[in-house]
């Protein structure tokens, strides 16, 4: 199946730019410049995936994502916010608005790409479970069981997570990093190992960045649960999950 790709940015280089990244992929892609013209489209005809710019006129990607999740068409739609580098005010408020990730700008196609692919297979499974559809993936794969560690529980065909039953609200790169660190508590995962459980191979991105991934996770476990511990840092060498 080809999937459709709604771009939404007031920067019409980044709208060229990915959009024949996109499509050299075998994306359809559909481009708006500001968050008003692509309201009513995005409603009327959901893409399968957005990719919205948080600052632009008009309407800015935040109150796009509202009145979206406001209609029944746009309620499950899948979104990718582009937001300032290192604005992680942009990032919380993105997230708690029910976008599914967001990436920095300046930005990596090939990293854009590679997130796009990640929830576009996370929401075609979610689709197949509540169509009632057999348990298996697309190409006949047996879908992965759930995980649970203690008082965390994890289902990856669902990207749900929950501590303690309560839930939390993972981006796909911060659920890839835990599932990484939680099929073996105990054991320390370098950083460049949990690059390659969260990034596709081809893209490349500093310590930084995982050291980010894993404030964040913190930061979202503890409001489940202040006394969260269960990630480990073992400095010069990496992370470890503990099931307590």
């Not at 993936?137 to 929950?162: N, Q, S």
Request: charged share 30%; net charge negative.
């Amino acid at each position: 199946m080809r999937h459709t790709i709604a771009l939404v940015d007031d920067d019409r280089n980044i709208l060229t730019s990915v959009s024949i990244a996109l499509q050299a992929e075998g994306y359809a892609t559909r481009i708006y410049s500001d968050g008003e013209s692509a309201l009513k489209a995005l409603s009327e005809n959901p893409p399968d995936l957005a990719v919205c710019d948080i600052k632009m006129p008009r309407m800015d990607g935040l109150e796009l994502l509202r009145r979206l999740r406001e209609s029944p068409a746009g309620a499950t739609l899948p979104v990718i916010f582009l937001t300032s580098k290192d604005d992680e005010a942009d990032e919380a408020l993105g997230l708690a608005s029910g976008a599914d990730d967001y990436i920095a700008k300046p930005f990596s196609q090939r990293l854009l790409i590679a997130r796009i692919a990640a929830i576009l297979r996370r929401a075609d499974l979610t689709r197949r479970i509540a169509a009632g559809e057999d348990g298996n993936g697309p190409g006949g794969e047996a879908l992965p069981d759930k995980l649970e560690r203690g008082r965390l529980t994890m289902d990856p065909a669902r990207h749900e997570v929950t501590w303690a039953g309560r839930p939390v609200s993972l981006t796909v790169t911060e659920f890839l990093i835990l599932e990484a660190l939680a099929q073996r508590p105990g054991v320390v995962r370098s950083r460049n190992q949990l690059m390659d459980a969260a990034y596709h191979e081809d893209v490349f991105v500093d310590d930084r960045t995982v050291d980010s991934h894993i404030k964040r996770l913190r930061r979202k476990f503890r409001l489940a649960d202040p006394g969260f511990a269960a990630i480990d840092t073992l400095y010069g060498a990496g992370y470890s999950f503990a099931d307590d």
